[in-house]
């Protein structure tokens, strides 16, 4: 078994879908189905940035496709006029690595939750990511099970009170962002619902990625968790809790500039007051670290339960995708077939064949 | 076996014979395999019909000298057209205790055993719970047995290379395959020619496989032990251009050729899984025809990508046995709804669970035609023998992408590994398999919309869109569609009419009428099976018949939908025996459909059927006497 070098991937995510000089607009990728998701619910919010944002790819809309697994989030692609599948829960990625290999014309999107990508799709999370499939994955993480009215999820916290925990929920909560470093991801991005802005700058950005891209939204079940987010959202302190990533600059937050994050003692990263430390102790930000140190520290800065809660992009770097990769020896391979002469008929035949001549006809 | 004896040169005896099954039996590490293989490959080039069993334990090297460790291969050759690898040897080698005491009960007592003395140390001996060496005493009288130092000879005629004496050991297997191809009369070229090419970044060891290779031959020749060769003709098979072929090979090529006939990418998505993983093997060698494989992170994930391709155009294939047929069932529900072409190559294996990874079973019929929630028919279609897996594999795609539904092709162990002549198909001949995308809107009421489910009134397909068709931009999914618009529908009516139409689509597939081979036309008895005991059963007909009794034998192919005339062809037979390996899954299925007395003979044992047992149970069921 030998090694071989990989292609290095094309520049872009989206370089070899087919663009439009039509002018788009958010009506353009509204399809005709009526929405039912419940009043108030995040996703509205989610599926009018996407809207919105669409129709600045200029991609034609009939080369783009959004797969979905099971869940209230994976109704996402009846609302949109592009082509979709709504398949079965948590193997929505799994879809999309067959389309993404064979159809590079495509630009391919996961649309998936937090049940649906970290409890039972788990394991094709991690692949997709690993592989780096040039696959953009929009992970609604609203932290409770939706559709099955109330149950808690993977990223509930723990003690969380519901239908089938009364007396409070005993796991540990995974933590998407760092689950999707520690599988390899190249791109990883995260925003929240509301934040209209942001989250277009993170998906603008997660498009253009080549590879796969995992995009945590964070967004509110107004019926089975409502509120969970509101901490990010109103009252005084959201400044000291929210922390936006901008590559290149100094990692500082809250209302004046007053918090910077810094070196801790053990190693990772914390969060201490300018004043304390000092301006030089402010770590920079780097975005595109091949090492995913700073990012993973990034994903930890504080336990889930929102004190420090930070959004944009934690990673983004270039490495060679599966499916650039899988098309890339067909076509060598093709090549040489071609070269060679190869035919069908030449394969079935083999190397070792034998004739059976008609039998003589007997002598008189 | 004989029939005519002559006297050969230095006044052997050759005995021109019609027939002849030799087992090779070893260790796992032996190398049987490769020896059967390469006997194989010399009865093939010499033009002798043939048919394989390999036989080999699941682990990789179980415990060496042990009787779980012992793996074996038996050929039968002919010199006219034979059905199966055949029921026991006429010829036994056996290279150690372990091989001997777990085959010797097959061979006939007057059937010649080929010893490898070496290995019969009080150690090996007692491994496998022999009091006394049955090579001393008379517990081997029945037979005619050799005793030859296979390891002592091989190590003597590589003692010029200079090898260890271990190492020049492993060459025994090559010996035996010596011996043996002198015994037969097979030529040494081609065999010398394959180890050439087979350890050609090893020369030494090429050498010395030669080496040991001429020593086994040139010790037939030479010592007296051995007073007769024998002589098989070549077969008088129907006119054509001839090689050898096992199933999952054939299956792996009737994909390809599939994606060739069609025009479409071939897309492959799978995981490894015995007895099927040899076809994701081969068909990764031939990304030149445009084969894209995908080894995924688990079966789910391999079904998932192959659907997904299908989305985009291309022929989705997944492989797999039964144990991965378990986890695929809920995207092939999907696939079901979503109406798109997709084949599942199930390589049949022992179950339940983990069961007999490496012997063979035909005991998922009944999970390939319901294991599915909800009403979701899926075509199935079973090959009878290993070359005819490259059409069945054919045929599948061509419903597959003609009705836009999932198709079971269900090969099981014996096939997969076994081997047999195939006449190579002329390429023109092959059927063309080119599907028409959609590329316009077809609402009928003149809207100007898609209609993803409005259906073709013939075949009842709904038309395949794929993604970059302008104009044509719609949602699918596993929630039920109406039908025609195929937006999302819980509207009561519209649920019964989508699953009777999803029946009614696959119950209309047009499938040939099962044919019956009745020679006389009087015969009362009818057999009837499906996938690899074609075979078994044919050569238990035939028996029959030569005993001067009248059986009648179909064999079904399309296990779903079944042949139009399969009712009429039931009921017109007073006796109907349905063999099976499992506990009478088709058997079932008949009694249910038709409301005949099906008798079901079954048997679970890892095995294919032997003839003589079949043919036993035929014989009493002419004579009246049903298996109960």
Redesign the interface.
């Known amino acids: 078994m030998t090694a071989t070098d990989l292609p290095m991937p094309a520049p872009g995510g989206l370089d070899l879908v087919p663009t439009t000089d039509e002018t788009q607009k958010a009506k353009d990728y509204t399809s005709d189905q009526e929405v039912r998701w419940c009043p108030g619910c995040g996703d509205y919010a989610v599926l009018a940035s996407v809207r919105g944002f669409l129709p600045e790819l200029n991609l034609k809309r009939e080369n783009i496709v959004f797969v979905s697994g099971i869940g209230c989030s994976s109704r996402f692609p009846y609302y949109l006029d592009t082509y979709g599948m709504h398949s079965i829960h948590g193997r929505a990625p799994t879809i999309a690595t067959g389309l993404a290999v064979t159809r590079p014309d495509l630009s391919v999107w996961v649309v998936t939750g937090d049940g649906d990508a970290l409890s039972i799709g788990g394991n094709h999370l991690i692949h997709a990511l690993r592989r780096n499939m040039n696959i953009t994955i929009l992970l609604f993480n609203n932290r409770i099970y939706g559709l099955t009215k109330g149950q808690y999820s993977p990223t509930s916290e723990v003690g969380k009170v519901t239908k089938s925990t009364p007396m409070g929920s005993v796991d540990a909560p995974f933590n998407p962002v760092s689950l999707a470093l520690g599988a390899e991801a190249t791109f990883v991005g995260r925003a929240l619902d509301s934040d209209r802005k942001g989250l277009t700058e993170v998906l603008r950005q997660a498009a253009a990625h080549r590879g796969a891209s995992l995009v945590e939204i964070f967004q509110d079940c107004p019926i089975f968790n409502d509120g969970s987010f509101d901490v990010l959202r109103k009252g005084d302190d959201v400044a000291e809790r929210l922390l936006e990533l901008v590559d290149g600059e100094p990692i500082r937050f809250g209302n004046d500039g007053e918090y910077g994050v810094v070196r801790s003692a053990t190693g990772g990263l914390e969060v201490a007051r300018i004043a304390d430390v000092g301006e030089d102790a402010v770590v920079v930000r780097r975005a595109g670290e091949e090492d995913p140190t700073q990012s993973f520290a990034l994903s930890r800065l504080s336990d889930q339960d929102l004190t420090h809660t930070v959004t944009g992009i934690f990673r983004k770097v270039d490495r060679a995708t599966y499916d650039d990769g899988a098309r890339a020896q067909v076509e060598a391979a093709k090549e040489q077939a071609t070269a060679r002469g190869d035919d069908l008929a030449a394969l079935l035949r083999g190397k070792d064949t034998w004739a059976v001549m008609p039998e003589p006809e007997n002598e008189q | 076996m004989s029939t005519d004896t002559a006297v050969g040169p230095a006044g052997r005896e050759v005995r021109q014979t019609h027939r002849v099954v030799i087992r090779f039996a070893g260790d796992s590490g032996d190398g049987m395999q490769l020896t059967g293989d390469r006997f194989t490959?010399e009865a093939?080039?010499?033009?002798n019909d043939l048919a394989t069993l390999p036989n080999f334990p699941a682990e990789i090297r179980a415990p060496a000298g042990t009787l779980p460790g012992v793996s074996s291969f038996q050929l039968h050759f002919a010199d006219y057209d034979i059905l199966t690898p055949g029921d026991r040897p006429d010829v036994l080698v056996a290279m150690n205790p372990a091989a001997l005491k777990a085959n010797i009960e097959d061979l006939p007592h007057g059937g010649m055993l080929i010893v490898n003395t070496d290995e019969f140390t009080k150690r090996n001996l007692a491994k496998v719970g022999y009091e006394a060496n049955p090579l001393e005493d008379d517990s081997l009288e029945p037979y005619t047995v050799h005793q030859v130092a296979m390891a002592t000879l091989t190590r003597g005629a590589l003692e010029p290379t200079g090898m260890s004496k271990k190492d020049a050991e492993r060459a025994k297997n090559m010996f035996a395959l010596g011996l043996l191809s002198w015994m037969y009369h097979r030529g040494t070229d081609?065999t010398e020619q394959f180890l050439r090419e087979k350890f050609a970044k090893k020369p030494d060891l090429a050498e010395a496989n030669i080496l040991a290779f001429r020593a086994g031959w040139n010790y037939g020749e030479t010592t007296e032990s051995f007073a007769v060769t024998y002589e098989v003709a070549?077969?008088?098979?129907?006119?054509?251009?001839?090689?050898?072929i096992t199933g999952n090979l054939a299956l792996a090529?009737g994909v390809?050729?599939a994606g060739?006939q069609s025009g479409l990418?071939l897309?492959l998505?799978t995981y490894p899984i015995t007895p099927a993983s040899d076809v994701l093997h081969e068909l990764s060698k031939?990304?030149?025809?445009?084969?894209?494989t995908?080894q995924?992170?688990?079966e789910?994930?391999?079904?998932?990508?192959?659907?997904?391709?299908?989305?985009?155009?291309?022929l989705?294939v997944t492989s797999t046995s039964g144990p991965g047929v378990a986890l695929k069932s809920?995207?092939i529900?999907?696939a079901v709804a979503?109406e798109l072409p997709l084949l599942i190559l199930d390589v049949q294996r022992g179950g339940p669970s983990t069961g007999l990874p490496t012997k063979t079973e035909q005991a998922d019929l009944l999970q390939a035609m319901y294991g599915r929630n909800g009403e979701a028919p899926v075509p199935i279609i079973a090959p009878q023998s290993p070359s005819d897996c490259f059409e069945a594999a054919l045929e599948a795609s061509r419903i597959a992408l003609a009705y836009r539904t999932p198709v079971f092709v269900l090969s099981d162990g014996s096939i997969a590994n076994g081997s047999e002549p195939w006449?190579?198909?002329?390429?023109d001949d092959?059927p063309d398999l080119s599907v028409t995308f959609a590329t316009e809107p077809n609402a009928p009421d003149g809207s100007g919309e898609f209609w993803p489910y409005l259906r073709d009134a013939d075949t009842l397909a709904r038309p395949w869109a794929i993604?970059?068709?302008?104009?044509?931009?719609?949602?699918?999914?596993?929630?039920e569609k109406a039908d025609g618009r195929g937006?999302?529908s819980y509207d009561p009516d519209n649920h019964d009419r989508m699953v009777r139409l999803r029946q009614a689509k696959i119950d209309g597939i047009p499938v040939p009428d099962i044919t019956v081979d009745d020679p006389h036309g009087d015969a009362e008895v009818l057999v009837i099976g499906w996938g690899s005991s074609y075979g078994p059963i044919g050569a238990a007909c035939r028996r029959v018949r030569a005993a001067g009794m009248s059986v009648a034998q179909a064999h079904l192919r399309h296990l779903n939908p079944m042949p139009a005339n399969l009712g009429d062809v039931l009921r017109s037979y007073r006796r109907v025996v349905v063999p099976e390996m499992n506990l009478g899954q088709l058997a079932m299925l008949l009694r249910a459909r038709f409301l005949v007395d099906a008798h079901s003979y079954t048997k679970v044992a890892g095995l294919p059927f032997q003839a003589e047992e079949l043919a036993g149970v035929l014989t009493d069921a002419v004579k009246g006497d049903l298996p109960a």
């Open positions: 490959s093939a080039a010499f033009g081609a070549p077969a008088r098979l129907a006119e054509g251009t001839y090689r050898q090529y390809v050729a060739q990418p897309f998505g031939h990304k030149g025809f445009g084969v894209t995908f995924a992170e688990d789910i994930a391999g079904i998932g990508a192959a659907l997904g391709a299908s989305f985009g155009g291309a989705g809920e995207t529900g999907l979503l006449r190579v198909p002329d390429v092959l993604p970059g068709t302008a104009g044509l931009e719609h949602r699918i999914g596993g929630l937006t999302i």
